[in-house]
């Protein structure tokens, strides 16, 4: 049986999609739904690994998850939520770990869902490799 190792990272399950959206919550501890192009910029931030993010009068800490307003200074929790598209609702969301892998050119690319399954198996289970 012959064996291929392949140069392999993970890299962050953030992804443009239509089923999920930003929210940040009001001060009465309510979740409210962000405008479109809030949620926009900060998926576009994630996208290329930013940490924060400002867009108009806020600042967002992507690692904390937190919106601070830059005029009052007063912050307030954010979160992604998943959706169902057909209701618009909030789902429960579970991140999916994404891989890829190192080409001859040195170039990275993305793995299959499969592929991407079996590595994050091979890791729960504590096996030596994926097949």
């Known amino acids: 049986k012959n064996r ?16 999920s959206r930003w929210e940040r919550q009001d001060d009465k501890g309510k979740w409210e739904r962000m405008p479109d192009d809030v949620s926009v910029t900060i998926q576009k931030a994630l996208a290329v690994g930013k940490t924060s993010v ?3 009068k806020h600042k967002f800490d992507l690692v904390g998850n937190i919106q601070t307003n830059k005029d009052t200074q007063a912050a307030k929790p954010i979160r992604k939520v998943q959706i169902d598209p057909a ?3 909030p789902v429960k969301w579970e991140p999916k770990a994404y891989w890829e892998y ?4 040195g170039e990275w ?12 198996q091979t890791l729960e289970t504590g096996e030596e490799s994926a097949t």
């Open 109 to 120: 690319q993305p793995m299959s869902d499969g592929a991407c399954e079996a590595i994050q």
């Open 102 to 105: 190192e080409d001859d050119n």
């Open 4 to 19: 291929i190792t392949l140069k392999v990272r993970k890299i962050r399950p953030y992804e443009f999609d239509c089923c």
């Open 54 to 56: 400002e867009y108009q």
């Open 87 to 89: 209701n618009d609702v």
